[in-house]
């Protein structure tokens, strides 16, 4: 198999870095961009997931995703087909109950 010289320009304290890296797994950089590029080729592609880091959802993003989430828990309660009556009828006995109990937001002085 004939071979090629590969020249990469890279910063030298990455170089510095990888290397003592490598040397404590006991090989050298040549080897480990020689194990790098083969893995290239069995995986067609890159060897490792490349991803970008997580951002920080916007507050539409989490807006969003508090109601796809109580939609999925409505429906798993059975409760995702109630019309805006039954709901409010709902809501209605539960203050009702708790104003009878004395356990109600006015009972605590809210």
């Known amino acids: 198999m004939v071979s090629s010289v590969l020249q990469v320009r890279v ?3 990455l ?3 990888a290397t003592a890296i490598y040397e404590e797994l006991g090989i050298d950089l040549q080897t480990a961009v ?3 590029l083969k893995r290239s080729v069995m ?3 890159l060897p490792f997931d490349m991803t970008l ?3 920080e959802a ?3 993003e989490s807006g969003l995703r508090a109601v796809q ?3 999925a828990l409505s429906e798993k309660a059975g409760l995702s087909d109630m019309s805006l009556d039954e709901i409010n ?3 209605a006995a539960v203050r009702a109950e708790r104003r009878a109990l004395g356990t109600g937001r006015a009972a605590l002085g809210a």
Do not use: V
């Open 53 to 55: 880091p997580k951002k």
């Open 58 to 60: 916007s507050d539409e």
């Open 69 to 71: 989430n109580m939609r």
């Open 15 to 17: 170089r510095a870095q």
């Open 34 to 36: 020689r194990i790098f």
């Open 89 to 91: 009828a709902e809501i």
């Open 11 to 13: 910063e030298e304290g």
């Open 43 to 45: 995986e067609n592609g």
